[in-house]
């Protein structure tokens, strides 16, 4: 029936079986050729992939040539899913069946098709690996591949590019972008026309870090930093001095905690000359009361490293925005890293649009489908194991408290690693790993623990993972890329046992996590451990009485409570969804002036008639200067005057609706929508950005001494140096949330927090 109504994630794929076995027939033919006989079928290859034929003689010699060159034989799913992802379906395999040569093939046949191929993995480890891995069989196509991963020099990157196929990842993409948008009229473009994409693990890229901003900044002027507050805050009382919320997604002070803040600093912190002192207070309260060490940041070298939550690893380069994360590092007692201005921004989603096509694999895909076909018009469908799941996925054991929980879950352990199981237990943080690693300790388990601190060893921890006997404490396993494979005498003690302490937020990521046991028909088992106290349940429902049946160990046998829980984690993952839609929908004005001013900013660049027709519109009446500035001596100078003028009144743009996004919500007050106004003031500040930078063109090339000859002769430097990095978007909840959360206090009478500061 769901494929009747063409339900999300019903694509029959099997639909293209008879190429399949056509596939292996003409395989058999290739076996007796000689490695140079084969070599020039392959580069002698055409292909084009809506012919049935010329696709089955691809994929046929490029299993012949992964046989004789990497040693692996691609089984029949494999090739399914190769076929059905070459002709833009996206594909659902079950870890451990083989994505990473499905990958191989499908950038290999997208590139000898005539299509720029990028193969976008979950980090720089993986993309280098694969890219190493895949090299021989790319090679045998007469086809280049190499990896852009950090490290590379502007020279190296902007070469990398030009290959036929690329391994890196998307967030490598979308800076190298924003460096391209910065480009001066000596500087080489790194990234040609964005063309095929393939995605590994395309809902944890593409969906999980979907509305990620990455962000390109530049040195600012160091502005006063209110150190003192950090002191002042950290010395509160909570309960007495501020408030934390329930679901402690917000913080507030009480009049108690004003009072002393205002004793300490002797101001009126309401009054109109220090509302900018009243918004570091409450970020420092959030730096505070709501952000974890251990949980949502680790200490590391110095510096303070934000945790991705889907991955439960170190999210590299990124960091909150500048006011907390700097309140964050004071809280810590470490230095205050240097001020930032944003340059420009773009969302991970929006470096996905601009592909010409897109296809991608994943162990979770049936369970993003309806998203992937909402957010990118994708299609997806299910591809069958090589051999079947013969895991037994157990109900979840739920308990009263985290406490009990905790108990039972690690006798579970100790039984099973007494009889030689091994153990692959799932945590949501780092905190939750090496407490629960040391609760193991008190039982007589020395358990191997991979989280954010030490991800850099993650391959050699997963690899062993599957030994008799062994026992793993990870964060979320999602796009680790490599499998746990059982060592000798695992299978016959039951295969690897996975344990979830506790679930996600997304049902996808339990999946993720119980599908590392019972790969390739491997026995197995998976469980998950949960409580009441656990945050899915307390952040997001509230049940008004108390469990009939109670077990003295806390299981709780109430039939009702399993469907409390799992309805929690349904809320939690519409939050999610709802949060996604509503950042998409702020940014996409931006995006859509971006465009504007980046078409503008290339033809000045590329096309020699538009510095004059610019430059006519700066001085429609003053031809002889339009003729001044065109001159071959002058042409340069001009184009890079319009450029940093062009790139100023950008950024300006982009501050200014910064600060209007952060008090939109207080438009409701006013029976406003608060997106619709944020829409109708960035297109009226929008109307004037072009006005602006021609009126700032022309008052500096008026006043240009005639000696001129570079921009700091005209008092105009670009920024010394510029860096980039993701920056964790709404870090005080969404719109709705915080424009709830302030009229909750305003009809109670209180003074506005955090975030809900109304704007002069």
């Known amino acids: 029936m769901g ?3 063409q339900d999300p994630g019903t694509t029959n794929l099997r639909r293209q079986t008879p190429l399949v076995e056509r596939i292996g027939d003409q395989r058999t033919s290739l076996r007796d050729l000689s490695e140079d006989a084969l070599a020039e079928r392959a580069t002698g290859l055409s292909l084009t992939l809506a012919n049935d034929d010329e696709l089955v003689a691809f994929l046929a010699l490029a299993s012949e040539v992964s046989h004789r060159r990497l040693g692996l034989d691609p089984f029949s799913v494999q090739l399914l899913a190769a076929v059905n992802m070459l002709r833009g379906s996206v594909v659902d395999m079950a870890t451990g069946e083989g994505k990473t040569l499905v990958g191989f093939l499908v950038a290999a046949g997208l590139a000898r098709s005539g299509r720029r191929v990028h193969l976008l993995s979950a980090n720089d480890y993986l993309a280098s690996r694969d890219a190493r891995a895949g090299r021989p069989l790319f090679s045998a196509f007469g086809l280049s591949c190499v990896a852009v991963v950090d490290g590379m020099s502007t020279a190296e990157r902007a070469e990398a590019y030009r290959s036929d196929i690329v391994y890196t990842t998307v967030h490598q993409v979308g ?20 063309d095929a994409v393939v995605v590994d693990e395309i809902d944890a890229v593409l969906l999980d870090d979907a509305m990620v901003p990455l962000v390109i900044a530049g040195d600012a002027d160091p502005v006063p930093e209110e150190a003192s507050l950090t002191v002042l805050v950290a010395n509160l009382d909570e309960g007495e001095d501020y408030e934390v919320d329930g679901d402690r997604r917000t913080a507030s002070f009480t009049e108690n905690g004003i009072v002393r803040l205002e004793k300490a600093l002797g101001i009126d912190l309401y009054a109109r000359e220090h509302i900018e002192l009243l918004t570091a207070a409450h970020v420092a309260l959030h730096a505070r009361a709501l952000v974890e060490r251990d949980v949502h940041y680790i200490v590391a070298d110095g510096q303070v490293r934000l945790i991705n939550d889907a991955r439960g690893r170190v999210a590299d380069r990124q960091r909150w925005p500048d006011g907390l994360h700097a309140a964050i590092e004071r809280k810590e007692g470490l230095e205050v890293t240097a001020q930032a201005e944003i340059l420009d921004q773009m969302l991970v989603e929006t470096v996905a649009r601009q592909y010409r096509s897109i296809t991608g694999m994943s162990g979770t895909a049936f369970e993003a489908a309806e998203r992937l076909a909402e957010d990118l018009d994708l299609k997806t469908g299910v591809i069958a194991t090589n051999h079947p799941c013969i895991r037994r996925d157990q109900p979840d054991r739920l308990f009263v408290t985290a406490g009990q929980r905790d108990i039972a879950a690690a006798e579970e352990v100790r039984r099973a690693h007494e009889a030689g199981q091994p153990v692959l237990v799932g945590t949501r943080s780092v905190a939750d790993s090496e407490r629960f690693a040391g609760l193991l300790a008190e039982h007589g388990v020395e358990a191997k623990v991979l989280n954010a601190k030490n991800d850099a060893a993650e391959a050699e921890i997963i690899a062993g993972a599957g030994q008799f006997g062994a026992v793993t404490v990870s964060t979320q396993m ?3 890329g490599v499998d746990i494979q059982l060592g000798p005498g695992a299978a016959e003690v039951g295969g690897l046992l996975v344990l979830g302490l506790g679930r996600y937020d997304s049902a996808r990521l339990d999946r993720q996590l119980r599908g590392r046991s019972g790969r390739q028909g491997d026995p197995g088992t998976g469980v998950f451990y949960t409580s009441l106290d656990d945050a899915v349940v307390t952040e997001n429902v509230r049940i008004g009485y108390e469990p009939r049946a109670v077990d003295s160990d806390g299981l709780i046998g109430d039939a009702r409570f399993p469907g409390y829980y799992d309805h929690a984690q349904r809320v939690a993952e519409g939050k999610l969804l709802q949060l996604h839609r509503t950042t998409r929908n702020y940014h996409r004005a931006t995006d859509n002036h971006r465009q504007t001013v980046l078409g503008t900013r ?3 660049l590329v096309d020699p008639q538009a510095l004059t027709d610019y430059l006519a519109r700066v001085w429609p009446t003053e031809p002889d200067k339009v003729a001044a500035w065109t001159e071959p001596t002058t042409r340069q100078l001009a184009i890079e005057v319009v450029l940093y003028q062009l790139d100023r009144a950008w950024t300006n743009h982009l501050n200014r609706l910064a600060a209007t996004r952060e008090g939109i919500h207080l438009r409701v007050l006013g029976r406003q929508n608060p997106l619709d106004e944020f829409n109708r003031i960035a297109n009226a500040d929008f109307q004037t950005l ?4 021609m009126a700032e063109v022309r008052h500096t ?8 000859t570079s921009l700091a002769d005209l008092g105009l430097r670009r920024p010394s140096s510029t860096w980039t990095y993701l920056v964790t978007d709404n870090p005080f909840g969404s719109e709705a949330d915080r424009a ?3 009229l909750g206090r305003f009809i109670r ?12």
Do not use: K, M, W
């Not at 800076?175 to 964005?194: G, H, I, M, S």
């Not at 072009?690 to 930078?693: E, L, P, T, V």
């Not at 090339?701 to 001129?708: C, G, K, N, S, Y």
């Open 690 to 693: 072009g006005i602006d930078a």
């Open 701 to 708: 090339l008026d006043q240009a001494p005639r000696d001129v």
């Open 749 to 760: 009478g209180s003074q506005p927090t955090a975030g809900q500061l109304p704007r002069e």
């Open 478 to 480: 999602a796009g680790r």
């Open 175 to 194: 800076f190298d972008l924003l460096r391209d948008r910065q480009r001066t009229p000596d500087a080489r473009q790194l990234v040609p026309e964005l």
């Open 740 to 742: 709830v959360a302030f």
């Open 602 to 604: 290339e033809r000045i």
């Open 3 to 5: 494929r009747l109504r």
